[in-house]
């Protein structure tokens, strides 16, 4: 029997149009590329979409049409990421940080008709250019015309101006006849390709329907739970999974928006946090470690802000030992990806919690957290046969849920899932008896010692304990016997030296014996990924063979 309830479909139009009657004056403010703060409110931003909508209109963009974003945390790319999916086309924002030529792969790819460009980019855009010509119709530079970059472009490609575009769309009374139109919710509203460690990136393309549903999902109280009387800072960069889907679940609670822009360094975050009055604030746990140095060296205090929320990767002890004791400030620990939009796990205590003392509390603060209402996961060993809830089996994690991806943008429906319809995430994890979840590695780097696996990142964040120790990255090395071994790669504390035996003996009473790793290399530093991720694949491609004399070159 059909329901009888209204039909009304879950459109992200709708969050905007909430936020502007609700919530007009919740502020949006941006810190500019030069460094100025520029403020408006939600009522503005609904109603400079829907003149974008016009803009991006005029430009022939219609329903299903991509349109590019290379831009960092601000208010014009904000405009665009309710304007494209308002009027059934789709954001698709790009890293910026990626490798030029794989930028240009991943604009080919969308087929980005328009690129909105923050002018700091405009170098980039000269690069890739010749590589995107014939697809990309106009660059659009989010800027005013007084710091239009000069700009050679070849020839069937536009530079045009955002500030000048919007200013000739008219304003007033033309913004407000414009009609978001209403179509099927699960029409893609927003795609974003993965960072890539390995392989070219891939798309992963939202609906509307998995964007509005992942925003009331973090939007509860055991995940962000934004609230009206919030302020929250955004590190994590709209050019990565929707900057976590918060200018979405902002504008569903009514929060004010405090967007960073490029700067992105201890001393600017400190300052616009004190200044903005930033209540909670999320990112990846690099940026929080560069904050707490600046906080340490000036001691310079955080006045208003109550929650940071890290993810990305795995959350140091430090950070949630450091800014809950030295600040007073809780570090909630997330997990997600790309392909879940991102957020999967969130970890708040459950009551069976409650006695814990403090080595216990961060011991389950390290941990990834409980699924988040909508998703669904388990781990299953190399058959595929499911392991116990018990904190101790690690196996590979699976999810599946109405905000995780099918299949790649391209690929046919449902191929990136298995037979019963899971998305196998590529990371290894334990769950335990309270449905906590903690990765213990990637499926690739999980270490196989004479069959039996040992967890690099355990490994790891034992290391990163040791005082000289200030990055570390534990990957396999070949080895006659065992196959496989593990080896440690370390980074020194500026000013210090790194004895090998003595990191190693950190291990002692912490692992057991055959997990201790065979050799230890220090290097002056590591090499990340665009997304601030430690690339294994570059070092281990250097240094499998570094265990077996008869095979290094
Ligand atoms: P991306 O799609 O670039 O966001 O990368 C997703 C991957 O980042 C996940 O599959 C994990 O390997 C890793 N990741 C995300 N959050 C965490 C976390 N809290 N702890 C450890 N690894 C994480």
């Keep these: 029997m059909q329901s009888l309830m209204q039909p009304h479909p879950l459109l992200i139009s709708s969050l905007l149009g909430h936020a ?96 909105c460009v923050d ?57 407000e006849d414009f009609v978001w139109p209403v179509f099927d919710e699960n029409t893609a509203s927003s795609l974003c390709y993965t960072s890539g460690t390995t392989g070219r990136p891939k798309g992963v393309l939202y609906s509307h329907r998995s964007t509005v549903l992942h925003g009331y999902a973090i939007n509860m109280a055991d995940v962000l739970g934004l609230r009206a009387i919030d302020r929250v800072l955004p590190v994590v960069p709209m050019f990565h999974v929707n900057a976590w889907g918060i200018p979405y679940a902002a504008a569903m609670a009514g929060a004010a928006l405090i967007l960073p822009g490029r700067h992105l360094d201890g001393a600017s975050l400190a300052t616009l946090m004190n200044q903005e009055r930033v209540s909670i604030a999320t990112g990846v746990p690099t940026v929080w470690m560069g904050l707490l140095s600046h906080l340490r060296a000036t001691g310079e205090r955080l006045e208003t802000v109550k929650t940071i929320m890290t993810g990305g990767s795995a959350c140091p002890p430090l950070l949630i030992e450091a800014f809950g004791k030295e600040f007073g400030i809780q570090v909630e620990h997330g997990w997600g990806m790309t392909e879940l939009s991102p957020v999967g796990t969130y970890n708040k205590p459950k009551p069976a919690h409650a006695g814990l003392d403090e080595a216990g509390r961060l011991r389950l603060g390290l941990k990834q957290g409980r699924a988040v209402c ?101 990957i396999a090395a070949v080895h006659p016997k065992w196959d496989e071994r593990p080896l440690l790669v370390v980074v020194p504390r500026a000013g210090r030296t790194i004895d090998p035996a003595a990191v190693l003996a950190i291990y002692a009473d912490k692992v057991a014996r055959w997990w201790v790793p065979d050799a230890v290399v220090v290097l002056d530093e590591l090499p990340h990924t665009a997304t601030g991720k430690i690339q294994k694949t570059v070092l281990r491609t250097r240094f499998r063979d570094h265990l077996d004399p008869d095979r290094q070159g």
């Design 20 to 115: 502007a009657r609700h919530h007009a004056e919740g502020e949006i403010v941006s810190r500019t590329e030069e460094g100025a703060i520029h403020r408006t409110n939600w009522a503005e931003t609904a109603r400079r979409a829907r003149r974008l909508a016009r803009v991006l209109g005029g430009l022939g963009i219609g329903p299903g049409d991509r349109v590019g974003t290379l831009a960092w945390n601000g208010f014009r790319h904000l405009e665009i990421y309710y304007a494209a999916p308002g009027m059934g086309a789709i954001c698709h924002t790009i890293n910026p940080r990626l490798h030029p030529d794989d930028i240009a792969y991943i604009v080919n790819h969308a087929g980005d008709a328009v690129l």
């Design 119 to 175: 002018p700091g980019f405009a170098g980039l855009i000269e690069t890739i250019a010749p590589a995107i010509v014939g697809v990309v119709r106009a660059v659009v530079m989010l800027t005013d015309a007084a710091r239009m970059p000069p700009l050679a472009l070849p020839a069937g490609m536009a530079l045009l101006c955002y500030d000048s575009l919007m200013d000739a769309a008219g304003t007033g009374a033309a913004d």
């Design 374 to 474: 909508g998703i669904d996961m388990k781990i299953v060993d190399g058959t595929g046969k499911e392991l116990p809830w018990d904190g101790v089996a690690f196996g590979d994690l699976k999810v599946r849920g109405p905000w995780v991806t099918g299949a790649y943008h391209g690929d046919a429906a449902a191929s990136a899932l298995d037979e019963d319809g899971w998305f196998a995430t590529g990371d290894v994890a334990t769950i335990d008896a309270e449905g906590v979840m903690e990765i213990t590695d990637r499926s690739k780097d999980v270490i196989k010692s004479g069959g039996e696996w040992i967890s690099s990142i355990a490994l790891e964040n034992i290391a990163v304990s040791h005082p000289d120790v200030a990055e570390a990255a534990v």
